[in-house]
């Protein structure tokens, strides 16, 4: 009953190509959130999506795609994946503006190494 | 600018002990704020929530925070930590206005020892 999951869990990615990590959300939440965590970062803003067919940029968009084709998923696309891409990255769905909808939920996290 | 800061990279204590971890956000509008909670190799699991009326609130496992307007604060407290409060805690913050994303402090890892 898991309402966000990713996949893969685990992906390890030549330098050069082209990696899609997944999220899937049974939420029914607008927006959709793509972050990476890297030690003495805490979790930086890739992409979000405020609803099916949006993107917009988060802070650090650059090397980083992404896909909304519907409510529930929404992807992230490294079309040529560099060694500095390594790092765990988590998608997160929530509400919306406002009081009551600014809570996020996070999904399991997927660890991508890029040799 | 919107920032959070977590002063303690890392804190020890030894089970039964008390617990407070601190946080210091800047915005200057009415925020949002959050603990979250990520276990080893987990997600990040909501721990409680801030978004008005009493300065203290009660989250999940005995955790309590405080919010303090004046010192632009909202430190974490637990009375009496176990081993399985070993974590990484992140303070967050959420700006009112835009459908923009978390803010999150850089974590404090938390290590209880027996």
């Known amino acids: 009953e898991a309402a966000v999951t990713q996949s893969p869990r685990n992906k390890v990615a030549v330098t050069g190509g082209k990696v899609t990590l997944s999220c899937n959300q049974t939420?029914?939440?607008?927006?959709m959130y793509w972050y990476r965590q890297d030690t003495g970062h805490g979790l930086r803003l890739i992409h979000y999506?405020?609803?099916?067919?949006?993107?917009e940029k988060g802070d650090i968009p650059d090397g980083y795609k992404a896909s909304r084709p519907s409510q529930e998923n929404f992807s992230l696309i490294l079309e040529l994946a560099t060694p500095s891409q390594t790092s765990v990255y988590f998608c997160?769905?929530?509400?919306?503006?406002?009081?009551?909808?600014?809570?996020?939920?996070f999904g399991p996290g997927t660890r991508l190494t890029v040799l | 600018a919107q920032s959070v800061t977590q002063p303690d990279a890392r804190v020890t204590v030894s089970e039964g002990a008390s617990l407070q971890l601190r946080c210091k956000y800047s915005?200057?509008?009415?925020?949002?704020l959050f603990w979250y909670v990520q276990y080893p190799r987990q997600g990040l699991q909501l721990l409680l929530k801030?978004?008005?009326?009493?300065?203290v609130v009660q989250g999940v496992n005995g955790f309590e925070a405080e919010f303090s307007k004046s010192n632009s604060s909202f430190h974490l407290r637990k009375a009496s930590v176990h081993w399985s409060d070993s974590a990484v805690y992140f303070c967050?913050?959420?700006?009112?206005?835009?459908?923009?994303?978390?803010?999150f402090g850089t974590g404090t890892t938390v290590s209880v020892s027996p």
């Open positions: 999506s405020y609803g099916a067919g949006s993107t």
């Open positions: 915005y200057s509008g009415t925020p949002y």
């Open positions: 997160a769905s929530g509400g919306g503006q406002g009081a009551g909808y600014a809570e996020q939920f």
């Open positions: 967050v913050l959420r700006a009112y206005q835009g459908g923009r994303a978390l803010i």
């Open positions: 939420n029914n939440h607008n927006n």
């Open positions: 801030y978004y008005s009326g009493d300065p």
